[in-house]
């Protein structure tokens, strides 16, 4: 018995090591809410690429989360971050739900810094401006 548990915990803390590995974060107790106010705290209003997004900002697939609104003054707007934008990652983690993206927040955060890639589709409204993958470097200034 103390071998079978001794090969569990061990599996158990690869699957960890190897999800932190490839970008990902065990989202065990994050929930939406959570990543809703985390979100706020970073600068933004965000929610999940639906189909309905998908198809007014030409994506591929109907994966990720967007920015509604990005609060003035905040580090995400002192980052550069704009409405529309889908974001793809937060340092090293990929965004696929608010569940990713508040599970990076709580992680990255408290750091004061980190990046944080978004892609913007191209703008119709404006001719010569395509879309694509952007970074944009957080720094949180402390009063």
């Known amino acids: 018995m103390r071998i079978f548990l001794g090969i569990l915990c061990l599996w158990l803390g690869l699957i960890a090591l ?16 959570k990543a809703l106010i985390l979100a706020e705290q970073f600068g933004i209003d965000v929610g999940e690429v639906d189909e309905e997004i998908k198809k007014i900002l030409g994506l591929t697939k ?13 580090p995400a707007e002192l980052s550069g971050i704009k409405v529309k934008a889908i974001i793809k990652e937060v ?3 990929e965004i696929k739900s608010l569940v990713d993206l508040g599970t990076a927040l709580e992680q990255t955060l ?11 589709p191209a703008d119709p409204e404006n001719q010569g401006v395509t879309g694509g993958l952007n970074f944009h470097f957080v720094r949180i200034l402390q009063d």
């Open 18 to 33: 190897q999800a932190e590995t490839f970008g990902q974060l065990p989202n065990e107790n994050m929930t939406e809410e």
């Open 62 to 74: 109907a994966e990720g989360v967007v920015v509604y609104a990005v609060i003035g003054g905040s």
């Open 110 to 120: 408290p750091t004061k810094n980190f990046t944080v890639a978004t892609y913007e």
């Open 91 to 93: 340092d090293k983690y």
